[in-house]
T-cell receptor, first 111, second 113 residues
Framework: DVKVTQSSRYLVKRTGEKVFLECVQD?????MFWYRQDPGLGLRLIYF???????EKGDIPEGYSVSREKKERFSLILESASTNQTSMYLC??????????FGPGTRLTVL | GENVEQHPSTLSVQEGDSAVIKCTYS??????FPWYKQELGKRPQLIIDIRSNVGEKKDQRIAVTLNKTAKHFSLHITETQPEDSAVYFCAAIRADTGNQFYFGTGTSLTVIP
């Protein structure tokens, strides 16, 4: 089974803090994604990466950055957390054949 | 880019009845259409998918139909059970352009025992 893991299930941070969310997949997938999920808005793509050191902006990249130094690891960085970044963050990975597999999610609260 | 619309946003059915969720997409080049089920507090899980070279796919009580001309696809669940209660997401992708998924906004399905 594909395994996608995220570093934390729940995280509480203060406004202005730098936040790192990590995602690791064990299936040698080329593509990795970060989404945020908010009620009524579905899954919105923040950033994705199709190769090591490569990244593409999704629909809502403002306030976020990403890092992919190794194929299995994709990090989402909030440079200066704000309250409107309180959300559920989901990581996913896929191979070139398209099936996308999700991690368990990180519920981030910014106070 | 692609725009995926999903309807309805909420759906309640009696146990044993059928449920249908519909999605439309805008990019005629989209060629892969997965459906995800997300139970409360859990990650989205792929339940069925269809590629643009087929019109229908079935897996036990779940089926997906695709109408490329009209650019819409639907999820059909027959003989619904309480454990089918969840949020369902559709997505559309051009698999040749980096696999960026475009998700619908989700349908919250409640199956009433």
């Amino acid at each position: 089974d594909v395994k996608v893991t995220q570093s934390s299930r729940y995280l509480v941070k203060r406004t202005g803090e730098k936040v790192f969310l990590e995602c690791v997949q064990d299936m040698d997938h080329e593509n990795m994604f970060w989404y945020r999920q908010d009620p009524g808005l579905g899954l919105r793509l923040i950033y994705f990466s199709y190769d090591v050191k490569m990244k593409e902006k999704g629909d809502i990249p403002e306030g976020y950055s990403v890092s992919r130094e190794k194929k299995e690891r994709f990090s989402l960085i909030l440079e200066s957390a704000s309250t409107n970044q309180t959300s559920m963050y989901l990581c996913a990975s896929s191979s070139v054949t398209s099936k996308q597999f999700f991690g368990p999610g990180t519920r981030l609260t910014v106070l | 880019g692609e725009n995926v619309e999903q309807h309805p946003s909420t759906l309640s059915v009696q146990e044993g009845d059928s449920a249908v969720i519909k999605c439309t997409y805008s990019d005629s080049a989209s060629n892969y259409f997965p459906w995800y089920k997300q139970e409360l507090g859990k990650r989205p899980q792929l339940i069925i998918d269809i590629r643009s070279n087929v019109g229908e796919k079935k897996d036990q009580r779940i089926a997906v139909t695709l109408n490329k001309t009209a650019k819409h696809f639907s999820l059909h669940i027959t003989e619904t059970q309480p454990e089918d209660s969840a949020v369902y997401f559709c997505a559309a992708i051009r698999a040749d352009t980096g696999n960026q998924f475009y998700f619908g906004t989700g349908t919250s399905l409640t199956v009433i025992p």
